[in-house]
């Protein structure tokens, strides 16, 4: 037999494409506070575009976007204790949805004090939610938040001409 003695140090085919420590510390990392100040003053404009006719519509689906990734995080056991804030947030969001497309496309209405009150408490307690999360949390609540918004009820916006003519 012939002696097993390599005249070459051993080198795989194969060479890892990317530094899977980086990557791992990076997903376990906390969201950039700057992130969730960002986040919090968004949710902030929306809140105060809910009450402007032109811009409510897009404040709207903002502020729900943020109240099915609050239920999300609830459900996936980062954050718990908070999902009877998030069900009456959700219900005064849609409480407003229904009104708004009594005509089959978005008409704004005023939302009411209670209503404000309950989505304002939302926005806060989603941004303490938030600064807990760590980025791969973050990015595996927001991936499986799509699946939740696809089965949610739509809202039609009116189309430029209708605007003019009311």
Same mark, same amino acid.
């Given at each position: 037999? &012939? ?7 051993? @080198?795989?085919? /194969? ?5 899977? *420590? ?8 906390? $969201? ?28 709207? @689906?903002? $502020? ?19 999902? &009877? *804030? /998030? %069900? ?5 969001? %849609? !409480?407003? =949805? ?6 089959? #496309? /978005? ?6 004090? !209670? ?5 304002? %408490? ?5 941004? *303490?939610? $938030?600064?807990? $999360? ?5 990015? =595996?609540?927001?991936?499986?938040? =799509?699946?939740?918004?696809? #089965?949610?009820?739509? *809202?039609?916006?009116? #189309? ?7």
């Amino acid at each position: 037999m &012939g002696s097993k003695k390599r005249s070459k140090p051993f @080198q795989p085919k /194969w060479k890892p494409a990317i530094n899977t *420590i980086a990557v791992a510390s990076s997903r376990v990392a906390k $969201l950039a506070p700057e992130t969730v100040r960002g986040l919090a003053e968004s949710l902030g404009r929306s809140m105060k575009e809910l009450t402007v006719p032109e811009r409510s519509a897009h404040a709207w @689906q903002d $502020l729900r976007m943020a109240c099915v990734v609050s239920r999300r995080v609830e459900r996936m056991g980062v954050v718990k204790g908070m999902s &009877g *804030i /998030w %069900e009456d947030a959700f219900a005064a969001l %849609e !409480s407003v =949805r229904e009104r708004s497309m009594a005509s089959g #496309v /978005w008409r704004y209405c005023t939302p009411t004090d !209670s209503e404000l009150e309950m989505v304002l %408490e939302m926005t806060k307690m989603h941004s *303490i939610q $938030l600064s807990y $999360l760590s980025v791969g949390e973050f990015e =595996r609540v927001f991936l499986a938040s =799509r699946s939740d918004l696809a #089965v949610l009820p739509k *809202i039609f916006l009116p #189309v430029a001409d209708d605007l003019k003519a009311a």
